[in-house]
């Protein structure tokens, strides 16, 4: 099959009439996938993947403002890509650190449950107050740390949860051990 000399022209003449004009569409789209990787979480979760998807829409705009559409719609093509790759890392990261956020507070909970237990025994053998007053306010400190982890749980806000537990099992721990250590002589 060959081609006429007036089909090639044809051919020509639409490729230029497409890159003609710039590619409101494309950048409109690339901008509704930066907003829907926003609303993903994508700003905590996926920063580098959005940094890219809003670097490579504004260089679509800079590529229009010096009429290379075909170059802008390159650029706005790669800014959908990298906010729909931010949306997906976002939604995947943050699913992560709730579980993680949330096995925490299961296990923190139940060191809790055993500090108390202690805590209450060693009132009960007559351990003095000022023997278990260092363990009583770091679990007071831990309680205040693990209400706050609460409170950004339930604002959908689990790295702040996350930085909020940090250190908390191991503050209990030693609060626990400090309660054996006070109880210990009394056994005796």
């Given at each position: 099959?060959?081609?006429?000399?007036?089909?090639?022209?044809?051919?020509?003449?639409?490729?230029?009439?497409?890159?003609?004009?710039?590619?409101?569409?494309?950048?409109?789209?690339?901008?509704?996938?930066i907003d829907a990787a926003r609303a993903a979480g994508a700003e905590h979760y996926a920063a580098g993947e959005l940094g890219a998807a809003t670097d490579a829409l504004a260089n679509a705009n800079g590529a229009v403002g010096a009429r290379d559409y075909r170059l802008a719609l390159n650029y706005a093509l790669e800014s959908r890509e990298h906010a729909q790759n931010?949306?997906?890392e976002a939604a995947n990261t943050k699913a992560q650190v709730r579980v993680e956020v949330e096995r925490a507070m299961t296990e923190i909970a139940a060191l809790l449950a055993q500090v108390n237990t202690r805590m209450a025994a060693a009132q009960r053998a007559r351990v003095p107050a000022r023997r278990l007053q260092a363990s009583a306010d770091a679990i007071a400190t831990v309680n205040m740390?693990?209400?706050?982890?609460?409170?950004?749980?339930?604002?959908?806000?689990?790295?702040?949860?996350?930085?909020?537990?940090?250190?908390?099992?191991?503050?209990?721990?030693?609060?626990?051990?400090?309660?054996?250590t006070a109880i210990a002589p009394r056994r005796r």
């Open positions: 099959m060959r081609f006429r000399p007036i089909h090639v022209w044809s051919i020509l003449a639409m490729l230029t009439v497409a890159c003609a004009e710039p590619p409101h569409k494309e950048m409109d789209q690339a901008q509704g996938a931010a949306a997906r740390d693990v209400q706050e982890a609460g409170e950004a749980i339930e604002a959908d806000d689990y790295l702040a949860a996350r930085t909020a537990l940090e250190g908390v099992k191991e503050r209990i721990e030693q609060a626990l051990a400090a309660i054996e």
